[in-house]
T-cell receptor, first 111, second 112 residues
Framework: QQQVKQSPQSLIVQKGGISIINCAYE??????FPWYQQFPGKGPALLIA?????SEKKEGRFTISFNKSAKQFSLHIMDSQPGDSATYFC??????????FGKGTTLSVSS | GAGVSQSPSNKVTEKGKDVELRCDPI?????LYWYRQSLGQGLEFLIY????????KSGLPSDRFSAERTGGSVSTLTIQRTQQEDSAVYLC??????????FGPGTRLLVL
């Protein structure tokens, strides 16, 4: 049973465009929703995170939008750059448990 | 300071052999996690340590997999009688009070 469903599996965006990655979940006990970024040959690193009491969080070009009623959250990358090309994972956690990750989205930003 | 380190970085073994994967967490981090990353499968949770105890080992796929942590620091993941389906990248992460996870670079395991 996949607790966090991520889409799309892969994404190609032109430089300067907006990249959007979506995640959906079922467990209403999840209380923490981070996004991790992974470059080839490296471990994932935290990019941005949100808690369910806010609907949006922005850090630079990266924004998380959170829809609690729909049980969905998304990552928006504005003005996408070739250096943003990486694999992105959404995740969720219920208090007292480990992070559950989505299957990842491979983003390629073409120059 | 130093990040999470893992060794070996790559491991090739024959089916049926045992392997040990090592993780050195960030100093002072109380929580340690093992995840497995297979192609197209995302990050699969294996086990979580708080100090030296493992309150959640629900992700270990079979009894061939075991892990321990000593001195609240180094952890070893052991896979006995390896199978080809065990081939994956094994990632270790540590955190302070279970907040942000800091991942190591992983051990790439190939079982022939």
């Amino acid at each position: 049973q996949q607790q966090v469903k991520q889409s799309p599996q892969s994404l190609i965006v032109q430089k300067g465009g907006i990249s959007i990655i979506n995640c959906a979940y079922e467990n209403t006990a999840f209380d923490y929703f981070p996004w991790y970024q992974q470059f080839p040959g490296k471990g994932p690193a935290l990019l941005i995170a949100i808690r369910p009491d806010v609907s949006e969080k922005k850090e630079g070009r990266f924004t998380i939008s959170f829809n609690k009623s729909a049980k969905q959250f998304s990552l928006h990358i504005m003005d996408s750059q070739p250096g943003d090309s990486a694999t992105y994972f959404c995740a969720a956690r219920e208090a007292g448990t480990a992070l559950i990750f989505g299957k990842g989205t491979t983003l390629s930003v073409s120059s | 300071g130093a990040g999470v380190s893992q060794s070996p970085s790559n491991k090739v073994t024959e089916k049926g052999k045992d392997v040990e994967l090592r993780c050195d967490p960030i100093s002072g981090h109380t929580a340690l996690y093992w995840y497995r990353q297979s192609l197209g499968q995302g990050l699969e949770f294996l086990i979580y340590f708080q100090g030296n105890s493992a309150p959640d080992k629900s992700g270990l796929p079979s009894d061939r997999f075991s892990a321990e942590r000593t001195g609240g620091s180094v952890s070893t993941l052991t896979i006995q009688r390896t199978q080809q389906e065990d081939s994956a990248v094994y990632l270790c992460a540590s955190s302070l009070e279970r907040r942000v996870l800091y991942f190591g670079p992983g051990t790439r395991l190939l079982v022939l």
